[in-house]
């Protein structure tokens, strides 16, 4: 596939293309930024028979560059099956360019949703609760899910115990796989396989769970974005996985206890099954598959290679995460 | 060679370039964020030019010493393979790829021994080599100052 070409122009081949009877001028397009993973562009589009709407386009960079890996079409196939079953609000999917034949890369085109993130609703709330709840129950809605609902669309593990000694021993392989062993991942996964908290219920887990990835209108309607690392795993890796965003306020760790009771009173889990120690120990689950990805792309750099700027600035996140790794260690430990 | 300004120094300025001179007359979004990034990268750098053999050295000393102590008390036999090849990494060397090597080496030899300390169940072993890993992060922690997820 040659490198992405998402423009205008290639936007209005792909509409001609799925709106043969019609045509589409592009008015007006700018790439998003504050990704870290996907290409993205916002177009308004006017059509000749008047009509006019605004969309979305999320594509893949070209290959080698970045740092994040997922598949647009487990993305499509979710976003489907989460469009069709109505149990968490989600941006309408309307056209996927599968083989890169008018981007020149995978890329899946959506409705625009008119709203703020919810993390910019939450550093001008002061301290008004509900954006805060809005989070917890949007968490909940999703893990609320019924797995019927999604078909095939999303693999399904076995069972629990295989499920996360799996995830463990990913740390692992990654640790045999990069140049550099990191003693910290090795003590982690030998530790926490021999520390394992009580078993939940697998769940549809969004795999990226923030506020940032939450969009609101300003009549209080919302839906979730960023479903490229969407998976069926334990809920708590959501839980886990946001109580390590540093972007400030993290409706976690402003008041943990409130936090988790409003889940579990949404979710019906127990505080046995979910307190902040087990937050806390699904951080390093949740967390797994990205920190692997991070460390590739490190290696990668360390061989030679060139992934871009993100590569060497998330180096920051990775010592973020031993950090917080060794933490649990050192309490799972005592 | 020209020792002074050190490498630490001329990352720094590179940085003040960066952010003082570049970066405000760049009005492009994504162009800004990357240049937020590459400028933390480049602090990260000077830190790093400063201490890192030094640093990297202290601790393959500490680390060395500690895998044998394990592999002496627990008798791990996958101990045997990250110490002989530690064993013959060019220690003498303070040329930085050497240092790496020997640094990677003892990483690898910790990391093993902390595997065996645990499977022992020997808690002041593993206490022992936990208090590696907390030096080794503050190295880290030293480097980086900080995540704040630029851009998000």
Known sequence: ?334 | MIGRPTTEQVLLDCCRVLEDDVLPSVADDTMQVRLVMLGKVLRNAAVRAAHEVAWMREETAAMEAYARTVAATTGADGLQTPLAALTTAPHDSLHLADVVEVYGRASDALSAALEAALAAGRQDLVHEGTALLSTRLAHENDVVGGWDSAGR
């Open chain 1, 1 to 334: 596939m040659p490198d992405p070409t998402m423009t205008p122009e290639a936007l209005e081949r792909l509409l001609a293309s799925v709106e043969p009877g019609r045509r589409a001028a592009v008015t007006a397009f700018r790439p998003i930024t504050g990704g870290y993973s996907r290409l993205s562009a916002v177009a308004d589009v006017r059509w000749d028979d008047g009509g006019t709407e605004r969309l979305v386009l999320r594509g893949d960079p070209p290959p080698g560059d970045g740092v994040f890996v997922s598949d647009r079409d487990a993305e499509w196939r979710i976003l489907q099956a989460l469009s069709h079953a109505r149990s968490v609000p989600v941006a309408r999917p309307r056209w996927y360019d599968a083989a890169g034949e008018f981007f020149g890369t995978k890329c899946i085109v959506f409705d625009h949703f008119t709203g703020r993130s919810l993390q910019d609703v939450l550093r001008q709330a002061g301290g008004d609760p509900a954006p805060g709840r809005m989070f917890v129950d949007t968490v909940a809605r999703i893990h609320a899910t019924p797995l019927d609902a999604l078909g095939d669309a999303v693999e399904r593990p076995g069972s629990w115990e295989d499920y996360v000694d799996g995830v463990l021993e990913l740390y692992r392989a990654v640790d045999r796989e990069v140049s550099e062993s990191s003693p910290v991942l090795r003590y982690a996964s030998a530790l926490l396989a021999r520390h394992r908290p009580p078993p939940v219920p697998f769940t549809l887990v969004h795999g990226d769970c923030q506020p940032s990835n939450v969009l609101v209108a300003d009549s209080g309607e919302h839906i979730v974005i960023d479903w490229e690392f969407a998976h069926i795993g334990d809920p708590r890796e959501d839980l886990g996985y946001y109580s390590q965003i540093p972007m400030p306020p993290n409706v976690y760790h402003r008041d943990p206890q409130s936090f988790l009771a409003r889940y579990r009173e949404q979710t019906g889990l127990s505080e046995e099954q979910v307190n902040p120690d087990t937050v806390q120990y699904f951080l390093v689950i949740g967390m797994a598959h990205l920190l692997a990805q991070m460390l590739r792309a490190v290696d990668a750099v360390a061989r030679g290679e060139s992934r871009g700027v993100m590569a060497t600035y998330l180096i920051n996140a990775v010592t973020h995460q031993y950090g917080l790794y060794l933490e649990l260690c050192q309490r799972v430990a005592a």
